[in-house]
Nanobody, 123 residues
Framework: QVNLAESGGGLLQAGDSLTLSCAAS????????VGWFRRGPGKEREFVGS????????WLSDSVKGRFTITRDNAKNMVYQQMNSLNAEDSAKYFC????????????????WGPGTQVTVSS
Protein backbone atom coordinates (compact mmCIF):
# COMPACT_ATOMS: atom_id res chain seq x y z
CA GLN A 1 0.00 0.00 0.00
CA VAL A 2 1.27 3.47 -0.85
CA ASN A 3 -0.40 6.86 -1.08
CA LEU A 4 0.62 9.18 -3.90
CA ALA A 5 0.26 12.92 -4.30
CA GLU A 6 1.26 14.94 -7.35
CA SER A 7 2.32 18.57 -7.21
CA GLY A 8 3.86 21.21 -9.42
CA GLY A 9 1.13 21.80 -11.97
CA GLY A 10 0.24 25.24 -13.22
CA LEU A 11 -0.51 27.60 -16.09
CA LEU A 12 2.32 28.08 -18.56
CA GLN A 13 3.19 29.45 -21.97
CA ALA A 14 4.20 27.33 -24.94
CA GLY A 15 7.91 26.58 -24.77
CA ASP A 16 8.05 26.68 -20.97
CA SER A 17 9.44 23.96 -18.73
CA LEU A 18 7.94 22.46 -15.60
CA THR A 19 8.76 19.73 -13.12
CA LEU A 20 6.02 17.63 -11.58
CA SER A 21 6.60 15.80 -8.33
CA CYS A 22 5.02 12.62 -7.05
CA ALA A 23 5.32 12.16 -3.30
CA ALA A 24 4.74 8.79 -1.69
CA SER A 25 3.54 8.23 1.84
CA UNK A 26 2.36 5.29 3.88
CA UNK A 27 4.73 3.04 1.99
CA UNK A 28 8.13 2.85 0.33
CA UNK A 29 8.28 4.06 -3.25
CA UNK A 30 11.36 1.97 -3.96
CA UNK A 31 9.11 -1.09 -3.94
CA UNK A 32 7.23 0.16 -6.99
CA UNK A 33 7.52 0.97 -10.64
CA VAL A 34 6.06 4.44 -11.10
CA GLY A 35 4.22 5.63 -14.16
CA TRP A 36 2.93 8.99 -15.28
CA PHE A 37 -0.34 9.30 -17.17
CA ARG A 38 -2.35 12.27 -18.35
CA ARG A 39 -5.90 13.05 -19.42
CA GLY A 40 -6.50 16.06 -21.60
CA PRO A 41 -9.86 17.77 -22.11
CA GLY A 42 -12.11 15.45 -24.06
CA LYS A 43 -9.38 12.84 -24.34
CA GLU A 44 -8.79 9.40 -22.95
CA ARG A 45 -6.16 8.72 -20.34
CA GLU A 46 -2.75 8.54 -22.02
CA PHE A 47 0.49 6.90 -20.93
CA VAL A 48 3.32 9.41 -20.59
CA GLY A 49 6.18 7.41 -19.15
CA SER A 50 7.37 5.00 -16.52
CA UNK A 51 10.45 4.41 -14.40
CA UNK A 52 11.68 1.16 -12.89
CA UNK A 53 12.13 0.44 -9.18
CA UNK A 54 15.70 1.70 -8.95
CA UNK A 55 15.46 4.17 -11.81
CA UNK A 56 17.76 2.19 -14.09
CA UNK A 57 15.16 2.02 -16.85
CA UNK A 58 12.64 4.48 -18.20
CA TRP A 59 10.09 4.30 -20.99
CA LEU A 60 8.62 7.42 -22.51
CA SER A 61 5.79 7.66 -24.99
CA ASP A 62 6.61 8.88 -28.48
CA SER A 63 4.63 12.05 -27.88
CA VAL A 64 6.98 13.22 -25.11
CA LYS A 65 10.26 11.45 -25.90
CA GLY A 66 13.09 13.95 -26.09
CA ARG A 67 11.11 16.54 -24.12
CA PHE A 68 10.18 14.79 -20.85
CA THR A 69 12.43 13.03 -18.37
CA ILE A 70 11.42 10.87 -15.42
CA THR A 71 13.68 10.45 -12.41
CA ARG A 72 13.29 9.22 -8.87
CA ASP A 73 14.86 9.72 -5.47
CA ASN A 74 13.95 6.67 -3.43
CA ALA A 75 15.66 8.07 -0.34
CA LYS A 76 13.15 10.93 -0.40
CA ASN A 77 10.23 8.75 -1.50
CA MET A 78 9.82 10.96 -4.58
CA VAL A 79 9.46 10.63 -8.34
CA TYR A 80 9.79 13.55 -10.73
CA GLN A 81 8.80 14.36 -14.27
CA GLN A 82 10.74 17.14 -15.97
CA MET A 83 8.82 18.57 -18.91
CA ASN A 84 10.49 20.81 -21.49
CA SER A 85 9.27 22.55 -24.63
CA LEU A 86 5.68 22.34 -23.49
CA ASN A 87 2.93 22.93 -26.01
CA ALA A 88 -0.84 23.17 -25.90
CA GLU A 89 -1.17 19.44 -26.62
CA ASP A 90 0.49 18.78 -23.26
CA SER A 91 -2.38 20.44 -21.39
CA ALA A 92 -3.88 17.77 -19.18
CA LYS A 93 -4.33 16.51 -15.68
CA TYR A 94 -1.23 14.51 -14.84
CA PHE A 95 -1.31 11.46 -12.58
CA CYS A 96 1.41 9.36 -11.05
CA UNK A 97 0.71 5.72 -10.33
CA UNK A 98 2.58 2.86 -8.66
CA UNK A 99 2.86 -0.73 -9.78
CA UNK A 100 4.46 -3.71 -8.10
CA UNK A 101 5.29 -5.06 -11.55
CA UNK A 102 7.70 -4.09 -14.32
CA UNK A 103 7.51 -0.97 -16.47
CA UNK A 104 4.21 -0.87 -18.31
CA UNK A 105 2.09 1.51 -20.35
CA UNK A 106 -1.18 -0.11 -19.25
CA UNK A 107 -3.14 1.74 -16.57
CA UNK A 108 -4.56 -1.55 -15.34
CA UNK A 109 -1.07 -2.64 -14.27
CA UNK A 110 -0.92 0.18 -11.72
CA UNK A 111 -2.42 -0.42 -8.30
CA UNK A 112 -2.20 2.99 -6.65
CA TRP A 113 -2.96 6.41 -8.08
CA GLY A 114 -2.62 10.00 -6.99
CA PRO A 115 -5.42 12.55 -7.44
CA GLY A 116 -3.57 14.38 -10.21
CA THR A 117 -2.25 17.86 -10.87
CA GLN A 118 -3.40 20.15 -13.68
CA VAL A 119 -1.02 21.48 -16.31
CA THR A 120 -2.35 24.06 -18.75
CA VAL A 121 -0.23 25.37 -21.60
CA SER A 122 -1.37 28.39 -23.59
CA SER A 123 -0.13 28.85 -27.13
Amino acid sequence: QVNLAESGGGLLQAGDSLTLSCAASGGTISHYTVGWFRRGPGKEREFVGSISFRGSSTWLSDSVKGRFTITRDNAKNMVYQQMNSLNAEDSAKYFCAASDGIISDRPTDYNFWGPGTQVTVSS
